[in-house]
């Protein structure tokens, strides 16, 4: 469905949001990315939707090159990936009723033919917001139930992807845990793919089928979710999880974590593994080059000489 292959994206000649990222998403998956605050996950969303500036790489939708696709090719590719992202207040003209919210999508594609009567109510019941929500102002809902709006409004235009940046932050955890389970359930039934980016480790693992750790731009592990959650190779990615009380509460402890003191390090200099100030396991060679990421079992790849 989805290719990223290399992608970079600088925001000074000093510093790089993202650094030669790759992966891809399968149709009907559900892929993961996690990572602390200013990793580059949601700069990785933005340049698979077109927003965000001089991207490079390549990045290949259904198989072909979003660079050498048609006007006609690029402007079906935006209606068939949808983004819903982490702030509900920013997301909605809160001059707009629910209803012509949901609509929107629909006029800018040109898709307002295909509806029918009930088809706004049963994008609200999809999110768990009963019908009459339609003919209320956006300004006049909660954050949570906002967000369950940017979530309809999505879904209207019957995309073949959506990318979710962090968009249940923002709902109580019944309702976080009742969305993701519809997330799911449309990605089997309907096979969409899904780019669910999360500080939620147990949403994470509940419904991902593979997942990559971000790390400073940089991919530092990557594969099937049961595995990276059982078996975690890269320190960062341990450390990532005895960072959650809930998740760790769950998991018990995990072995091999830097010193206390060490964790809040300041970043290596370039050239080195940029884990390196934090690391507890680290040798000589890390200070001397950065690790390619490698694939260390089979469909799992991290990036470190260990």
Not at 232 to 240: E, G, V
């Amino acid at each position: 469905m989805l290719s990223i292959i290399n992608l970079n994206v600088a925001y000074t000649k000093e510093k790089m949001a993202l650094s030669e990222v790759s992966f891809d998403i399968g149709e009907g998956e559900i892929v993961a990315l996690i990572g602390e605050s200013g990793s580059g996950k949601s700069t990785i969303a933005k340049a698979i939707v077109g927003i965000q500036p001089s991207p490079k790489g390549t990045i290949c939708y259904r198989g072909e090159c979003v660079e050498s696709m048609s006007r006609l090719k690029k402007k079906q590719m935006q209606k068939e990936i949808q983004i819903i992202f982490q702030d509900p207040y920013s997301a909605l003209n809160p001059k707009m009723t629910v209803s012509e919210a949901i609509m929107e999508p629909l006029i800018i594609h040109q898709m307002t033919d295909q509806q029918h009567p009930d088809f706004i109510a049963n994008l609200l019941q999809k999110v768990l917001l009963p019908k009459e929500f339609g003919s209320r102002l956006t300004s006049s809902l909660s954050g949570g139930e906002r967000q369950r709006v940017a979530i309809a409004r999505a879904l209207s235009v019957r995309p073949k992807l959506i990318i979710m940046d962090e968009s249940l932050a923002s709902l109580d955890i019944k309702t976080q845990h009742e969305i993701a389970l519809l997330v799911q359930n449309l990605s089997r039934e309907e096979l969409l793919s899904i780019l669910f980016i999360s500080h939620d480790l147990n949403i994470v693992q509940k419904i991902a089928g593979r997942m990559g750790v971000l790390l400073k731009g940089k991919m530092v592990e990557w594969g099937p979710s049961p595995l990276l959650f059982s078996h975690p190779k890269h320190p960062y990615t341990r450390l990532l999880f005895a960072s959650n009380p809930s998740f760790l509460k769950k998991r018990g402890a995990v072995e091999g974590l830097p010193p206390l003191e060490r964790r809040c390090s300041p970043p290596a200099k370039e050239g080195r593994c940029p884990f390196l100030n934090s690391c507890a396991s680290s040798i000589s060679l890390c200070t001397l080059q950065e690790p390619d990421l490698r694939e260390v079992e089979p469909a799992h790849y991290v990036r470190c000489f260990l």
